[in-house]
């Protein structure tokens, strides 16, 4: 899943850094643009989908984005204006199948993409891994299962819902998580080291560890 869309805040942070594919211009595909896509029941690019992809595509270097000495806005079109208006209004009247990317997300917006396939009922999944975009990467990976078809809406919701709190992806910026993520963290944290003090491992390891415990203590006081 290419993780496109640019911004300038928390170049450290993979879930807001530069990104380096062709969309680099591209805004993240909204709530509105699924919406619309699902009651027009698209099955192909459409004229405005189609533009918004050439008319903004950039070849762009990595390595020379990643230096800092060219901004995205600087890097040169490489389609004409006129020329794609054309080819927008074939496709409109004939119905031609023009090649374009039609979606754009970050690893955080395609999640948000699938709440709302969630909210109505028409993606029977939920999220069983997610791994952001590495640093100076351009891409980002998801896994769904999919849930019984015997389940009810609510309870596909609910395991949606569930799903996505055991998640662990970083802020668009800092300070930005919201609680019921960080209630999922929590939780999830809470199971991991239950599951720890359960292990034979753990309950074998204990004098080791009262016996370090005990040498810290001493070597503070000495």
Known sequence: MNASGWTNRCPKNPEAAQR?????????????????????????????????????FRNVDG???RSGNV??????????????????RRAQSSGE?????????????????LDLGSRLDV??????????????????????RRLPEASTREE??????????RLALPAEEPGAVDVETLKG?????????AALHRSTSWRLTAPLRR???????LRGGS
């Open 97 to 113: 199948y023009i090649d374009a990317h039609c979606w754009v997300f970050t690893p955080r917006s395609f999640v948000e993409a």
């Open 20 to 56: 380096y594919t062709f969309d680099i211009l591209r805004r993240t595909s909204s709530d509105s643009d699924l919406g619309d896509a699902y009651v027009r029941g698209l099955r192909r690019p459409d004229a405005r989908q189609i533009f918004d992809h050439f008319i903004n």
């Open 63 to 65: 390595e020379t984005l």
């Open 211 to 217: 016996a370090a415990a005990l040498l810290r203590r």
């Open 156 to 165: 596909r919701r609910a395991a949606f819902v569930a799903s996505r709190q």
């Open 71 to 88: 901004r995205p806005g600087d890097i040169p079109a490489q389609h004409d204006a006129r020329d794609l208006m054309e080819i927008c």
């Open 123 to 144: 993606l029977p999944f939920e999220i069983g891994t997610i791994i952001p975009t590495p640093e100076w990467s351009h891409e980002f990976f998801v896994s769904l």
């Open 185 to 193: 963290r929590l939780a999830a944290a809470e199971g991991a080291i």
